[in-house]
Each structure stands twice: as C-alpha cells, then as structure tokens.
C-alpha cells in the first residue's frame, strides 16, 4: 500500500474511532439522565400518596372528633346510628346464692351504709353478681354504689346524677339509672355532678366504670 494512504486510513479509523467513542458517551449520559429522572419522578409520586394518605387520616380522624359530640350520629353520612346496647354487654352467669355481708372499708361507705346495705340484701340486679344500691342526694338527684354479691366489695362513683331538664311536650326524661342483671351497660340520663347534661354510656369490668360513649343534651330555655 501507498504510504501516503495508509497514513490517510490510520487517520481516519482514529477519527471514526473517536467519534463513537464520543457518540457512546453521549448516549450513556443520556441514559443516565433518563434514570436520574425518572428516579426523582418516582420519588415525587411516593411523597404525594403518603401526603394523600395522611391527609385522608386527618380527616377520617377530624370526623370522628366531629361525631365524638353527638355519638348517635356517625361521622360525614349524617344517618343515626344505635347506641350501646345491654345485649351487647351481656353476661350469662348470674349469682344465685346467699348475699356477702357488705364490706364498709371507706368513710363514704360508711357514710351512706344504711342505703348500701339496704340495696345489697335485695340480691343482684346488675352484671350478674352486682347490685346497684340508690339513694337520694337532693329534688331528683341520686346517688349509688356498686356492691359485690359475692364478696361485699362496695364501689362508689365519683360522681352523682343530677336531674334532667323537661322539654315543653316532651314528657318525662328517662330514669337517671338504666341497668340489667344480664348485662354490664349502665347508662346515666342527667347531669353528673351538676357539670353538663347528657347520656352517659358506661361499661362495669368488675372494679370500675369505663364511660365508653355519651351524648350531650341541651338544655330547656328558662
């Protein structure tokens, strides 16, 4: 081969040679610009659905708050909905045997033991193996304790139940104490301690009383 062409070949594969050397750079910095993208788009849509689901939390959670002052409605539907109900919290074991003597180990027992035992000796009439001894504390206020049938164990709310306002034509409220002897619901109608005015929703567990619902009343214009 001439000289002078062979000079001109070796050139001109070094061009071409460069050239896509040059070409595959280029389209390797294309492709990593593509990942790149496409790796921060995906990270964009990951950020929006968590924003998007804890939004939903948010206001899943503010509706509950919203139905938590009228339990009887639930949440953005508006429909009524039942309140607890005794069957719900029934109990099938029911004490049949002679009353423990009352166990007054409190000054407030102590105080109120007439009525205490009194309601006691009338036999169980709440949660199986409970009584729910009343007394009155004032025009329409009562107050009670929970006895033990079994061991005499007395247990006294830290609160008192207050009558209810009468709305014109709506007749007479609801007796301020609604239990069963097959069921641990006890719901309190009236104000607790003069503070409020509703229907208080509790659950005995054989030691206390857990308020699990309540529905706030008006009260009647004076």
């Not at 193996?129 to 164990?153: P, Y």
């Amino acid at each position: 081969m001439v000289p002078g062409l062979q000079f001109c070949n070796s050139r001109i594969g070094a061009n071409l040679g460069a050239s896509a050397v040059h070409r595959i750079a280029e389209l390797q910095a294309r492709h990593l610009t593509i990942v790149v993208i496409s790796i921060w788009m995906i990270k964009v849509v990951i950020e929006k659905t968590v924003l998007i689901a804890v939004c939903a939390a948010l206001l899943v959670a503010g509706c509950g708050a919203q139905s938590a002052d009228n339990p009887l409605r639930a949440g953005r539907t508006g429909q009524l909905v039942e309140p607890p109900r005794f069957e719900k919290y029934a109990v099938t074991d029911q004490f049949k045997g002679k009353p423990a003597a009352v166990r007054l180990t409190t000054g407030e027992a102590r105080k109120y033991r007439r009525a205490i035992r009194e309601g006691a000796d009338k036999g169980p009439n709440f949660a199986g193996h409970f009584a729910i001894a009343q007394w009155g504390c004032g025009a329409g206020c009562v107050q009670f304790a929970i006895v033990d049938e079994k061991t005499g164990a007395v247990f006294i709310p830290s609160f008192y139940v207050g009558p209810r306002s009468i709305n014109e034509g709506a007749g007479e409220p609801d007796e301020p104490l609604q239990f069963r002897i097959d069921s641990r619901l006890l719901i309190v109608n009236g104000s607790r301690n003069e503070k409020g005015e509703g229907i208080y929703y509790y659950v005995w567990n054989g030691k206390r009383l857990m308020q699990i619902k309540e529905s706030p009343i008006n009260r009647a214009p004076r």
